[in-house]
């Protein structure tokens, strides 16, 4: 199953119905955003659904100048024995929709944002500690165990049941709003779930009948993506306990132990009881670009292990999940050389493998290298960018930049409608969107500018013009008549200040502006 669509209602970032259009192309996404565009909030809402715990609160999620509920839609193409069927989900304030394709695709797929990344930065306590919570509640979390749950559920089972437990502990008539009549006697499910989730953390973490650790051995081998990373990784997990008179967790940390060219970025260090113990020293040593790839190829090995899950349908169930690897802005530490073999990680580790991998950014450098890079047949590119005041009480709205042909399509509307400044700019800015593409495509020469707001169409025509593709007396980009009647109309209704009043504008004029319009479209 693929994503197709995905609408978004008075949610998180999003006041006003917001329908991100994939052009009901069930391809991988780059998707580019400045920032307060909303493409956190688009992420987040596809990690909900995805969540595997029913009851999510969705009305906790309201934008707060909607004057609707919150509500998400998602389309999805699949195959049931060999025919085309389309799934939409739609989730409000009532009960999530959990579909068995849906649980199962809950459990192949994985989100990850730069926030959750600097959680692993967090210096108010032990990193180690740190280290294990920020690893079992996101890097691990999807990995799943032999009880069913995943890690990520087994952790929230034990934190809840924690929680219940302390608050029957602070006396009478607190018993009914923990559900516990006597705490005491609830000290067993917290520890066996404690057991469950040490046991499925040994299961991937220790060496187990003379082979390496699973996980530290698929991270070892994604590390050979990068060139001159010169790092090796191993981890130590101390297990979880849990003290009855305290109501809370001991031990739960995970070490991990570096190795920078040889040298191991570990030190000798004495705990609070005196005693000698190991502590990591990494974080002080590695740069920023080092200790993101590091956390990367560890989500990427734990998203390689869940991949293992075998998947049956049963009759009236898709011949195959959705396998979702959403990543929002988590390259932003990540210098140039080290993010081309994250691209490459992508390419030949899970694209092949059935994944619909959405990558969100608000770098538009990067954005711009990597989508040159993207193979159209199987990657859609898009833009979004922030209508300032545009939603409700003044707040921001998400605009999704349209091809060259919708933007035409938007300007005869609005000519139509006797709206000229306004179907001069969509004019315009097709002539602009199309003209970029025909360089782009033919990778024609366009002088460097460090800003980018001077690259005018003045540009991208001359770069054209420049092009030795002429056959009997015609230019084979765009022809040279259309060319000409381009640089007359930039001075009038062409012009990027032709929607500010007064203007001048005519209908005949614009007329002639979409027009010309269509022929560097079509040239595109």
């Given at each position: ?21 994939f052009?009901?192309?069930?391809k991988?996404?780059l ?10 909030s ?15 609160d ?29 799934d ?5 304030s ?24 600097l ?20 890097l ?19 934190n ?20 516990l009549?006597?705490?005491?006697a ?35 081998r ?37 190795n ?29 670009a ?16 869940q ?49 619909q ?168």
């Amino acid at each position: 199953m693929r994503l197709t669509k995905l609408s978004v209602t008075a949610f998180r970032g999003i006041a006003e119905k917001f329908t991100l259009n994939f052009d009901n192309a069930a391809k991988n996404i780059l998707l580019y955003g400045e920032n307060g565009s909303a493409k956190s909030s688009l992420s987040y809402a596809l990690e909900l659904l995805f969540d595997p715990e029913p009851n999510r609160d969705l009305f906790s999620q309201r934008n707060r100048f909607a004057a609707t509920e919150p509500k998400i839609e998602a389309e999805f193409v699949g195959r049931v024995s060999g025919k085309k069927r389309i799934d939409t989900l739609t989730w409000t304030s009532d009960e999530k929709p959990t579909p068995p394709w849906l649980l199962a695709a809950a459990a192949r797929s994985a989100f990850l944002d730069h926030r959750k990344l600097l959680l692993l930065s967090d210096r108010t306590r032990d990193l180690s500690e740190n280290f294990f919570r920020t690893s079992v509640a996101h890097l691990f979390s999807h990995l799943p165990t032999a009880g069913g749950l995943t890690v990520g559920q087994l952790w929230k089972d034990v934190n809840d049941r924690a929680a219940a437990y302390r608050t029957a502990q602070l006396g009478k008539g607190r018993e009914a709003e923990s559900g516990l009549s006597d705490p005491v006697a609830h000290h067993k499910p917290i520890e066996d779930g404690l057991n469950a989730l040490n046991l499925a953390l040994d299961d991937y973490l220790l060496p187990l009948g003379g082979k390496p650790p699973r996980l530290v051995s698929e991270a070892t081998r994604l590390l050979s993506y990068f060139e001159h990373l010169n790092l090796t990784l191993a981890l130590q997990f101390d297990h979880l306990s849990f003290n009855r008179t305290e109501g809370t967790f001991e031990g739960g940390r995970l070490r991990p132990e570096v190795n920078y060219c040889g040298i191991g970025l570990t030190m000798e260090s004495l705990n609070a009881r005196g005693e000698k113990t190991m502590i990591a020293i990494h974080h002080e040593i590695l740069n920023e670009a080092r200790l993101t790839a590091l956390a990367l190829v560890l989500f990427f090995a734990a998203v390689r292990l869940q991949n293992e899950i075998p998947y049956t349908a049963g009759p009236a169930e898709q011949e195959q999940p959705a396998r979702l690897l959403v990543m929002d802005d988590v390259l932003v530490g990540l210098d140039y050389d080290h993010r081309l073999p994250i691209l490459e990680i992508i390419r030949k580790e899970f694209e092949p493998h059935g994944y619909q991998v959405i990558l969100l950014t608000h770098n538009r450098v990067w954005f711009d290298i990597w989508r040159l890079q993207m193979a159209e047949r199987t990657w859609k590119i898009i833009e979004l960018y922030s209508r300032r005041g545009a939603g409700p009480g003044n707040s921001d709205h998400p605009v999704q930049k349209q091809s060259a042909t919708d933007l035409l399509v938007r300007s005869r509307e609005f000519l139509a409608d006797h709206e000229l400044p306004a179907a001069a700019n969509y004019a315009r800015s097709a002539v602009e969107t199309a003209l970029k593409k025909i360089c782009d495509k033919r990778g024609l020469r366009v002088p460097f500018r460090l800003d980018h707001e001077r690259y005018t169409t003045e540009v991208f025509l001359n770069a054209i013009k420049d092009e030795k593709k002429v056959v009997d007396g015609k230019h084979l980009l765009v022809p040279k008549d259309t060319q000409s009647q381009l640089r007359a109309l930039r001075k009038t209704v062409l012009n990027e200040l032709s929607h500010w009043h007064p203007t001048t504008a005519t209908t005949a004029e614009v007329n002639k502006a979409i027009a010309v319009a269509e022929v560097v479209v079509k040239a595109s």
